[in-house]
T-cell receptor
Framework: DAKTTQPTSMDCAEGRAANLPCNHSTISGNEYVYWYRQIHSQGPQYIIHGLKNNETNEMASLIITEDRKSSTLILPHATLRDTAVYYC?????????????FGQGTELSVKP | GAGVSQSPRYKVAKRGQDVALRCDPISGHVSLFWYQQALGQGPEFLTYFQNEAQLDKSGLPSDRFFAERPEGSVSTLKIQRTQQEDSAVYLCASFWAPGAEAFFGQGTRLTVV
């Protein structure tokens, strides 16, 4: 069962930052926060992951609260190609073999 | 290859027919996962291999579902006596190690008629 709660859908204007929230109030100390996205008719794509510190890569930034009970994925300048379902997953992959448990995700629509 | 390859991309099966879905992971990736994704839902875990060993098959919905990875590279998901409820996209993912980034294939869309 997924251990995260995400809004079902969100809209964002093209060129603006998209901020996608995720609640994971039962996260344990060894669990990482992972974000994947799935563009229509494709397999999921890895975006970013983190444990407790904020992380940034070429795709996005991940902000994790100090108590680790929630996080936000930030796409700094959303484009139409960022329209997708975004999944927030918490997992202790090192002890669970890499198993990712997906929830329903957030359907992000980027509009011109 | 450049990524995870799945074949066929589309499969239509008559109810009761057996099907075999193939996954070619990225070369050198130790871990391989199978997921089932129904329309409008997130992917659901089916089974997991580390090399040729099937370490977790807790997600397989019935004994009609069987997966193998005999040489630790290519994997096959077999569904016997297909039913309409088996209609879904079947996704394969590989990792070079647990905790690393997962690479997913495009999936096989199975339609049982």
């Amino acid at each position: 069962d997924a251990k995260t709660t995400q809004p079902t859908s969100m809209d964002c204007a093209e060129g603006r930052a998209a901020n996608l929230p995720c609640n994971h109030s039962t996260i344990s100390g060894n669990e990482y926060v992972y974000w994947y996205r799935q563009i229509h008719s494709q397999g999921p794509q890895y975006i970013i992951h983190g444990l407790k510190n904020n992380e940034t890569n070429e795709m996005a930034s991940l902000i994790i609260t100090e108590d680790r009970k929630s996080s936000t994925l930030i796409l700094p300048h959303a484009t139409l190609r960022d329209t997708a379902v975004y999944y927030c997953i918490v997992s202790d992959l090192y002890n669970q073999g890499g198993k990712l448990i997906f929830g329903q995700g957030t359907e992000l629509s980027v509009k011109p | 290859g450049a990524g995870v390859s799945q074949s066929p991309r589309y499969k239509v099966a008559k109810r009761g027919q057996d099907v075999a879905l193939r996954c070619d992971p990225i070369s050198g990736h130790v871990s391989l996962f199978w997921y089932q994704q129904a329309l409008g839902q997130g992917p659901e875990f089916l089974t997991y291999f580390q090399n040729e060993a099937q370490l977790d098959k807790s997600g397989l919905p019935s004994d009609r579902f069987f997966a193998e990875r005999p040489e630790g590279s290519v994997s096959t998901l077999k569904i016997q006596r297909t039913q309409q409820e088996d209609s879904a996209v079947y996704l394969c993912a590989s990792f070079w190690a647990p905790g690393a980034e997962a690479f997913f294939g495009q999936g096989t869309r199975l339609t049982v008629v």
